[in-house]
């Protein structure tokens, strides 16, 4: 991928390493979009009708699990987009510095994901942190940080930040990024009023798993035949 001034003149020159980073992201990406169409092309549910009494149940009776390379290339992809902002960052503290970090100084460049102020202010206020001048409180550089953080959105938990350093955490440190197939969205071929989809919550419901209806109907009405996993 080329970094020249035609397609990233709207990047410093100090923050073209990001570049090749983004892009090995973007080729782990479209990985493993191939490899969820294949998954997905091959038909993961198995389906089952059942009848009680006037009812009929269409249930998943299996799925089949997913490729053991899929949660781990997710890590990777996660782990490289964190690395692009702990990378940046480390520039950007350096370039308005004018010199390179000591040893000391370079442990204590991370990107926080605060939920609340008073983390973010204390990250700021932290050892050899507080002692850099782009990083004191009120510094244009410490502002733009602070305004990335989860705390500044209502919905904190879904925050991107916040959700990166999860992931990336537990794929570093206690288990490869967790991946469970779920029932996305059923519809029917044709409706028809006694026709009944099985909403799930997704994806913060309970892990979804068979057997389990995913519609009902009474016996004649049909059954839905567009669905897939997610």
Known sequence: ????????????????????????????????????????????????????????????????????????????????????????????????????????????????ACSESARFDAWLAHGQRRRLTPLAAGAELAKGIGALQPFQRRDVEDHPLRLLAEHTNLAKHRTPAVAATRLGAVYPDHQHPDLTPVSRRLPDGPRWAAPNAVARTTTGGGSPRRRGPR
């Open 1 to 112: 991928m080329s970094t020249s001034a035609a397609t990233c003149d709207w990047l410093p020159d100090h923050q073209l390493h990001v570049v090749p980073t983004l892009a090995h992201v973007d080729q782990l990406i479209a990985h493993i979009s191939r490899i969820v169409n294949d998954y997905t092309d091959q038909g993961p549910l198995t389906l089952a009708e059942t009848v009680q009494g006037d009812r009929m149940h269409l249930k998943v009776t299996a799925v089949a699990p997913i490729p053991e390379v899929l949660p781990r290339l997710v890590a990777d992809a996660l782990t490289q987009l964190r690395a692009a902002l702990e990378h940046t960052l480390y520039a950007e503290v350096e370039h308005r510095l004018k010199r390179p970090l000591t040893g000391q100084e370079a442990r204590c460049i991370e990107m926080p």
